[in-house]
């Protein structure tokens, strides 16, 4: 799960299937990858990038937390 890039889609105004139009998936690819069941191709990351948070560094926004120790 990707943290920092949910909360960011959030602050944005987002909701899942507008993201995934922007970047040209459909909305149950880009659950499954921000679920880490498919990885994003570099294209889509830079994409969410460009259009959540500019400002953040790919490293920071992609990390991936464990939600197994957030219990």
């Known amino acids: 799960?990707?943290?920092e890039l949910l909360g960011?889609?959030?602050k944005k105004g987002l909701?899942?299937?507008?993201?995934?139009?922007?970047?040209?998936?459909?909305?149950?690819?880009?659950r499954n990858k921000l679920n880490g069941k498919t990885d994003f191709t570099w294209s889509e990351v830079k994409k969410i990038r460009d259009i959540v948070a500019p400002e953040y560094t790919l490293e920071k926004l992609f990390e991936k937390?464990?939600?197994?120790n957030l219990n």
């Open 1 to 3: 799960m990707y943290r």
């Open 15 to 30: 909701n899942r299937k507008k993201l995934a139009e922007k970047i040209g998936v459909s909305e149950k690819t880009l």
């Open 65 to 68: 937390s464990d939600t197994k």
């Open 8 to 10: 960011e889609i959030v």
